[in-house]
């Protein structure tokens, strides 16, 4: 119960060492999820707990409901950029996952999923009680989904139980390699077997310009923290008509003696979901994010770039797909991991490196593999650091083409 | 997919009208949850999305791991600080409330509930598959729990089933009237019945000291935006060794291709839970937290004083257990309803004049039921609410002893 007051000193001034301008941070997770100078402005505003709740409508006291500030109409938005009929903004992407696997499967009940997927669909499928039949890929170095073989695994599932899947998952692009896959081929499939498709865009939504509608996808994920520039927690829900009705359930339980009964609110989402600022720095980034997907080649183009410099250096390679159709990118280097083996700092040596070049977010230790993100860096930054990279080759003696 | 660019203005520039120091808020569920000055200063550090996960470590990548910012020790002073052994912060109490009955429940199982408990803890019963069996309350004006009825409702549930219920939750202090109840005697019931108890300490923990090891509590929750000064959304789930063991199971699923597996993820957090800005402003309110709750007394003074005042009022009197053992106020005025009654702005009447006085939070239109919360005023702002109440009675000339 007694906490000592020296204790509590460490939660004083807590300080982000790589926040703000000071570093080029290529983490993979964190590039979409900047702060648009809107979106900081707005945290301030509404930092106070249930700060958007004080024009809750009595009659219908619900997030999606609220007019002031505009969550109703910025759920209309939300759905209508991403090509679906409607959307909802939960707590994370994982939630979302499992809100659909939850509302759309009874335990036990199978969902299709590709072998890349992210570890939280693993887990939002076995929080549901569901099994999973995975999709193959075609392994070192491209890692390619099979994305034909969703027609294979609906049928074995058909097999196994008698009846199809509950669903099927598609991560758009993947965390791992971030290869793209084609949604509207795996939808076609999918409908073909009467199985709706959900598509985990947690990468590609916010990013890149996604229509659901044209890609035929039943329902559609994604992450605000990871690509809509908004603060975490925030996770995004969208669906057709049909498949809102099934997962946007009422509650319908009723108290046994009180006879208490909540109609009004949407199962699945508990009520009310993120009811605070995080909700509120996605919609002040909202109008950056609706024009920014539409310089995502640029982005693209960056990417490349960056990989073409960095296998300059002997014994590199980026794996995954090429060319590069997505800012996340994995490099295999034979010739950085050598160097670790004699440096007395290990595979330290390249986080030193880079860290002394201002450059940071590649997780430190790594050498052999390692993930970057270059979404949102500038071309002088992108520059800085395929230079660093070389230069830090040659300071190691590695060759370089 | 286009989103005029018009329709995109009303997203910029967001603002809060009740933010800051330019009026009284009362709503009942917001004055636990401003902020420090400390989290203010912190969620603009920590704003951008993930910006918790810079030194994620590589083995253990989980969210209660990370020791920069210190969230490990910050998750093991929060267990110490409500008296249980861990703690986990997700990202509601709701949500908490959900995990444990996911977790200890199968689909069909009962949990034993209060009658007054929050409209989310029958949704999370519900989600997660339960059953509910009410202990009743006592009806008008006190709407006491009949906290005895724990025992009764148990053999109930072993009569009908065969079995005890998979746990049972009290509401420490519940919504509606802000009624106070005996946790320590319902755990008592609850053991001598092998039945775990969880308290629901929304509108306690954070504000009130709260020891659930001496309550004899199994689980507890609370919320963060409601309770601890930190941003939505925010919730936490303390536990025993014992409850953690069973409801921090890590995931046991395994891909059937891949043979991938995530042991060293906790399945029902879905791993990682609040990887932001709302953790970090919990964090940096806590050692304001553990200070304040040691001038509760003096918050229920407040209450009550208002109380006492607002009761001069011809025909108006509080509701629930008098006198207040809380902040949140449930009054009852049959003297302001009937001015509402034929005043042309019907029941806003009141909103109306307590907004010119720069008062707001109490839901627009009523004047027979309103509830309002006291929590962190100052005597100084109390006494101009009394007043501001008194003065709107005369000028509509009610009766004021």
């Known amino acids: 119960m007694e906490i000592p007051r020296q204790r509590l000193q460490k939660y004083l001034g807590l300080k982000r060492e790589f926040a703000g301008k000071n570093y080029i941070n290529l983490n993979p997770i964190q590039r979409g999820g900047i702060l648009t100078d809107e979106a900081r ?55 979302a996952k499992f809100i659909a696997f939850r509302m759309l499967g009874r335990p036990g009940d199978y969902v299709v999923i590709d072998s890349l997927a992210h570890y939280s669909t693993y887990l939002a499928a076995e929080l549901a009680g569901l099994r999973i039949k995975e999709v193959p890929h075609g392994g070192y170095p ?15 599932v058909v097999r196994e139980t008698g009846k199809p899947p509950a669903l099927a998952l598609l991560t758009h692009v993947d ?133 073409e410099q960095l296998e300059r250096i002997e014994g590199t390679r980026q794996l995954g797909v090429k060319p590069k159709q997505h800012t996340l990118i994995h490099m295999e280097s034979q010739g950085l991991y050598r160097v670790s083996q004699t440096h007395k700092r290990k595979g330290f040596f390249l986080y030193d490196e880079l860290k002394k070049r201002r450059i940071v977010g590649i997780q430190p230790g790594l050498t052999k593999h390692f993930k970057l993100n270059t979404y949102g860096l500038t071309w002088d930054e992108v520059r800085h650091v395929a230079e660093s990279f070389l230069e830090i080759a040659e300071k190691y003696g590695l060759k370089t083409s």
């Open 41 to 95: 402005r707005a945290i301030v505003e509404f930092g106070d707990g249930y700060s958007v709740c004080d024009w809750c409508p009595p009659k219908t006291p619900r997030l999606d409901k609220i007019k002031r500030p505009p969550i109703a109409d910025f759920y209309e938005d939300l759905a209508k950029f991403l090509g679906m009929d409607v959307a909802r903004v939960v707590t994370r992407c994982r939630e």
């Open 142 to 156: 491209e890692f390619r989904i099979e994305v034909d073989a969703y027609e294979e695994k609906i049928r074995e």
């Open 175 to 307: 965390y791992l390699y971030g290869n793209l896959n084609d949604a509207a081929k795996v939808a076609e499939i999918c409908h073909e077997q009467g199985v709706p498709l959900l598509l985990n865009a947690a990468y590609t939504a916010g990013v890149m310009p996604i229509d659901g509608g044209k890609l035929g996808v039943d329902i559609l994920v994604g992450s605000g923290h990871k690509s809509w520039a908004a603060s975490a927690p925030t996770g995004i829900l969208a669906m057709t008509e049909e498949m809102a009705e099934k997962i946007l359930r009422p509650s319908s339980i009723r108290g046994d003696w009180s006879g208490r009964s909540f109609p009004a609110k949407e199962l699945p989402l508990l009520g009310c979901t993120v009811m605070g600022a995080p909700l509120i720095t996605l919609m002040a980034s909202f109008p950056t994010v609706v024009e920014r997907v539409q310089r995502w080649d640029e982005e693209v183009k960056k990417a490349r770039f960056l990989v």
